[in-house]
């Protein structure tokens, strides 16, 4: 009798104490963002684009909240992720796009978006493009590499080091260089210097000195490196082979590492920062997606990411775990059409940036206001939402949800909207800041207002309401908005947004 007793309280603490998700790790979503790259607020169907397909990102589009005044924090891809990541603007650290064997942007005592997670009981993880520098600025690519995301709050990580354009061409995984081969070290140097033959490892063509490699498209002179996969890049590589990646192969790469994640994290919340390179160049979609536009590989290209989007999609439905994943879709800047490449790409009627000007590197409109959709089917009614918001408000608002405290000083520029990103409410933020690369130009959003500090010191000021296209410079007209505005901008330029 006693020995039956103690195997049924034996069974019973087993039943307790065995690992499940608890009720409000249930409740708390699984949150993806899906960080598309160089991709225009023209580019999607749900946008007003005409000439590229894109049924899946569409699809998201209907059955979540298509903010149409989005924006990421820089018209160039690396000072954006900081800023999504830490809750900054870029150029108060003066981050611009990383170069090869560029040193970890981000501090690794800073409080990040995935620390933040981490402290809700998430798993965290990011797949795809990294372009935030790894290491202390002298990488080793054949020995451990760190500092890098396992530094800064991310539990698992499968990168692109840098972009599809330059040097290294392998991929990394948490520490090391992915199926590294030590028969075959690597070593990668800079744009303009060569790798000495006496060097070991397996040697590739370099541009300019065996142009019969380039087997694809002429790159400018920028990109004259090494030649990958027909394609001349930025910086030289040697070894590596059994490392390399296929740029055809790399969205399918970058689906099945973030699928195991998910598989293996699914039991509990996770956030999964998942980075597409798609559509930066050299825009080289799978033969499957060549043809599909009358745009060039780059119309190509976006109808590549569609797909991609809509096995993501698929994943979690057969995960069964759509219902209660939010999943973002957005870009890291606006688009550019000739980005070092003759690649056949052209506008044909398109535009990229929908009725914005400018694109990438600029601080037009078009460089930052770019797609911008939030998916929850178990929470988010479909909706269309003006509100202005920003990718650096991602912090705060995640922390508003979670009930995370945010430390002081820290996301300095990041504020807490989240009833607005789930359709709660309609109001945004009243005012954002824009930069393009490094905040060399810098231009400050106070409702339909816009505000632009130039470089050479010049200002210009547009009321996007009336001139969406920034055609008509209104300072001289309207000099007490400007005086006001002009105050604001200086203001926030010295001081965080969140400064009081």
């Not at 809509?310 to 800047?333: C, H």
């Not at 996301?411 to 807490?416: E, I, K, P, T, V």
């Not at 007490?480 to 505005?485: G, S």
Request: hydrophobic fraction near 35%; glycine fraction near 10%.
């Amino acid at each position: 009798m006693k020995k039956s007793i103690i195997i049924l309280f034996l069974g019973i603490f087993c039943v307790l104490s065995c690992k499940s998700p608890s009720k409000e790790e249930q409740e708390k979503p699984n949150v993806i963002i899906i960080y598309t790259d160089d991709v225009g607020y023209g580019d999607i169907g749900a946008y007003g684009a005409k000439l590229i397909k894109t049924p899946n990102i569409d699809k998201l589009a209907e059955e979540g909240i298509r903010f149409t005044d989005g924006h990421c924090a820089a018209s160039t891809c690396s000072p954006s992720r900081y800023s999504l990541l830490t809750g900054d603007m870029g150029f108060r650290k003066d981050i611009g796009i990383q170069g090869i064997n560029g040193k970890l942007a981000i501090d690794t005592k800073k409080f990040t978006l995935p620390k933040l997670f981490k402290k809700a009981g998430y798993s965290t993880a990011v797949v795809g493009k990294w372009h935030l520098g790894l290491g202390d600025g002298n990488v080793d690519w054949n020995k451990e590499i760190s500092p890098g995301p396992l530094d800064i709050g991310f539990d698992y990580n499968f990168l692109v080091p840098a972009t599809n354009d330059r040097s290294p061409f392998v991929y990394v995984e948490n520490r090391k260089v992915y199926n590294h081969n030590a028969q075959d070290p690597i070593t990668v140097t800079k744009r303009g210097k060569r790798i000495p033959d006496s060097v070991p490892g397996t040697k590739y063509p370099e541009a300019k000195l065996n142009p019969e490699a380039i087997t694809l498209y002429n790159g400018d002179d920028q990109h004259s490196g090494s030649v990958i996969n027909g394609v001349g890049r930025i910086g030289y590589m040697k070894g590596g082979k059994e490392a390399m990646w296929d740029d055809y192969n790399m969205p399918k790469v970058i689906l099945e590492k973030a699928t195991k994640f998910v598989e293996k994290n699914k039991e509990k919340p996770f956030f999964l920062f998942l980075t597409s390179c798609d559509i930066h160049a050299p825009r080289m979609p799978h033969p499957r997606f060549q043809g599909t536009t009358t745009l060039g590989m780059r119309g190509d290209n976006v109808v590549q990411l569609d797909w991609f989007v809509g096995e993501v999609m698929t994943m979690l439905k057969k995960q069964n775990i759509d219902e209660n994943t939010m999943v973002i879709f957005t870009s890291d800047n606006g688009p550019v059409i000739i980005d070092g490449y003759q690649d056949g790409s052209i506008e044909g009627g398109h535009k990229p940036a929908g009725i914005y000007s400018g694109g990438k590197y600029g601080i037009e409109e078009g460089g930052t206001r770019v797609p911008f959709i939030v998916h929850w089917p178990s929470q988010i009614d479909t909706k269309v939402s003006d509100a202005l918001v920003s990718q650096v408000d991602f912090m705060a608002s995640f922390g508003e949800f979670l009930n995370i405290d945010i430390p002081k000083n820290e996301a300095a520029d990041s504020r807490a909207y989240w009833k607005t990103f789930i359709g709660k409410e309609d109001k945004g933020t009243d005012m954002i800041l824009e930069q393009d690369n490094r905040g060399y130009n810098l231009a400050l959003r106070l409702g339909d207002m816009k505000y632009t500090k130039m470089k050479g010191g010049s200002y210009e000021m547009y009321d996007l309401k009336l001139d969406p296209e920034e055609k008509n410079n209104i300072i001289n007209k309207y000099s007490e908005k400007a005086e006001e505005l002009d105050t604001l901008l200086a203001k926030y330029i010295e001081f965080p947004l969140n400064h009081k």
